[in-house]
C-alpha cells in the first residue's frame, strides 16, 4: 500500500521506518531540498541560552532575501521556475523544506544531480525529485483559513509567503522575459535582478550595497552557493 502522505506531500514523519510504500519518481517537475531554510525565529538565542527577540518585519526581510537568492539562482542556473515554496512546519520531515517547480522535468533532474554536489550556507544540499505538482493538495486548508490546531507540527504543508513586491518581481521574470528578444532579454533579467537585489540586501548590513555590480553579486551567490 502507498503512503498517501509521501505522495500528496513528498515527505512523511516515519521516514524510512513507514510501513507504507514510499515511491520515489525517476521524473518530476518538482524538486524537493530538504531542510534548507532555517528560521531564525527558531533558531536565535542570545548569550545566556534565552531566545532572542526576531521582530516580523526582520523575519521577512530575512525569509525575503532567502527566497530571492534561491529563486534566482535555480531559475538562471537549471531552467524557468513555475512555483516555489518553503514549509514553515516545525516537524523534522518538513521543517525548511524547500519545493521548486520547474517548467520542464529534464530541468528538474538536472537541478537535483548538480544540487546534490553543491552546499548552501556551510551545508551540504539534499535534493531529490518529488512526488508533488499540485500544492493545493499537500497544504493544509484549516493553516490559510488560520484555523489549524496542531500549529507547526501539522503533517500537511504550512507554506510561508513572500511579500507581494518580491512575488511580482520574481514571478514577473519570465514575462519580460516573453516579451523581449534574446539579447534584450538577457540584458533586461540582469539589470532586473541587480535592482531587485541591490534593493534587498541594502536593507541589511551582511549584504552588498547598491553599488554592487551584478556580476560581484553572481560572486556572492556562489559563495552561499558552494560546490564540493
Not at 21 to 39: A, E, G, M, R
Not at 126 to 134: G, Q, Y
Not at 184 to 189: A, M
Request: charged fraction near 35%.
Amino acid at each position: 500500500v502507498n503512503c498517501s502522505f509521501y505522495f500528496k506531500i513528498g515527505a512523511c514523519r516515519h521516514g524510512d521506518r513507514c510501513s507504507r510504500i514510499h515511491n520515489k519518481p525517476t521524473f518530476s517537475q518538482t524538486v524537493l531540498i530538504l531542510n534548507l531554510y532555517c528560521n531564525p525565529q527558531n533558531s536565535a538565542k542570545s548569550a545566556d541560552g534565552s531566545h532572542s527577540t526576531v521582530s516580523d518585519e526582520e523575519m521577512q526581510e530575512h525569509y525575503d532575501n532567502f527566497f530571492e537568492e534561491v529563486f534566482v539562482e535555480c531559475e538562471d542556473r537549471y531552467g524557468e521556475i513555475e512555483e516555489m515554496n518553503v514549509c514553515d512546519n516545525l516537524g523534522d520531515h518538513l521543517v525548511g523544506n524547500v519545493y521548486i517547480k520547474f517548467k520542464y522535468e529534464e530541468d528538474a533532474e538536472r537541478a537535483v544531480v548538480d544540487l546534490n554536489n553543491r552546499w548552501f550556507g556551510g551545508r551540504a544540499i539534499n535534493a531529490e525529485l518529488s512526488p508533488v505538482t499540485d500544492f493545493r493538495e499537500a497544504c493544509c486548508r484549516q493553516y490559510e483559513m488560520g484555523e489549524c490546531t496542531r500549529s507547526g507540527f501539522c503533517n500537511f504543508m504550512h507554506l510561508k509567503p513572500i511579500s507581494r513586491e518580491l512575488r511580482r518581481e520574481l514571478y514577473g521574470r519570465k514575462r519580460r522575459r516573453s516579451h523581449g528578444r534574446s539579447s534584450h532579454k538577457r540584458r533586461s533579467r540582469s539589470h532586473s535582478r541587480s535592482r531587485s537585489r541591490s534593493r534587498s540586501r541594502s536593507r541589511r548590513r551582511e549584504y552588498l550595497d547598491d553599488s554592487t555590480t551584478s556580476s560581484s553579486q553572481d560572486k556572492e551567490r556562489e559563495a552561499r552557493f558552494g560546490r564540493f
